[in-house]
T-cell receptor, first 113, second 115 residues
Framework: GENVEQHPSTLSVQEGDSAVIKCTYSDSASNYFPWYKQELGKRPQLIIDIRSNVGEKKDQRIAVTLNKTAKHFSLHITETQPEDSAVYFCAASGDSGYSTLTFGKGTMLLVSP | DTEVTQTPKHLVMGMTNKKSLKCEQHMGHRAMYWYKQKAKKPPELMFVYSYEKLSINESVPSRFSPECPNSSLLNLHLHALQPEDSALYLC??????????????FGEGSRLTVL
């Protein structure tokens, strides 16, 4: 089955800095890579996703890059704000009609004012 | 309506109790999921229903029994649980149509405590 590794487990930055979280996956058949943000006591919420036919996707301060050859993808957050503080999970899924996501272990991002 | 609604939000039960968690979505999604999440861990897939049929059971103990009465509803029946089953139970749904995986929409979760 799929295995997703995520690093780092904790990331502390100053407000305004950039943050990068990296994930690797094992199954070359995976073709959908979402990122979820989970605030304490809340549900995971999709913040950005990328499919295997795209190398990079950007949405305002958030971007995701995918390297299918190396089987890794990364989340980039620029101009971080305290409200970006949360746990971020990467995930990978194959091409069945439903999303059998395998999640990474998560990264706790702390943005200090 | 882009919501997945779960009830109850909190549940405390003894090891001999029988209870149920409920999930509802009205987005026309044809795939629904139960995930279990322990503190500081990622969600773990338990069950997947596709077009109201159980498609995946990730070797979940039989004390957890899923049910999909129709395309909008998903239940998780609980019986004879153990304290280690205490967790946040997340329901999710996705389009479930075609070969392209779609976005997973999560409910707020039901926080279960087993005494």
């Amino acid at each position: 089955g799929e295995n997703v590794e995520q690093h780092p487990s904790t990331l502390s930055v100053q407000e305004g800095d950039s943050a990068v979280i990296k994930c690797t996956y094992s199954d070359s058949a995976s073709n959908y890579f979402p990122w979820y943000k989970q605030e304490l006591g809340k549900r995971p919420q999709l913040i950005i996703d990328i499919r295997s036919n795209v190398g990079e996707k950007k949405d305002q301060r958030i971007a995701v890059t995918l390297n299918k050859t190396a089987k890794h993808f990364s989340l980039h957050i620029t101009e971080t704000q305290p409200e970006d503080s949360a746990v971020y999970f990467c995930a990978a899924s194959g091409d069945s009609g439903y999303s059998t996501l395998t999640f990474g272990k998560g990264t706790m991002l702390l943005v200090s004012p | 309506d882009t919501e997945v609604t779960q009830t109850p939000k909190h549940l405390v039960m003894g090891m001999t109790n029988k209870k149920s968690l409920k999930c509802e979505q009205h987005m026309g999604h044809r795939a629904m999921y139960w995930y279990k999440q322990k503190a500081k861990k990622p969600p773990e897939l338990m069950f997947v229903y596709s077009y109201e049929k159980l498609s995946i059971n990730e070797s979940v103990p039989s004390r957890f029994s899923p049910e999909c009465p129709n395309s909008s509803l998903l239940n998780l029946h609980l019986h004879a649980l153990q304290p280690e089953d205490s967790a946040l139970y997340l329901c999710a749904s996705s389009r479930g149509q075609g070969a392209i995986p779609g976005e997973l929409f999560f409910g707020e979760g039901s926080r279960l405590t087993v005494l």
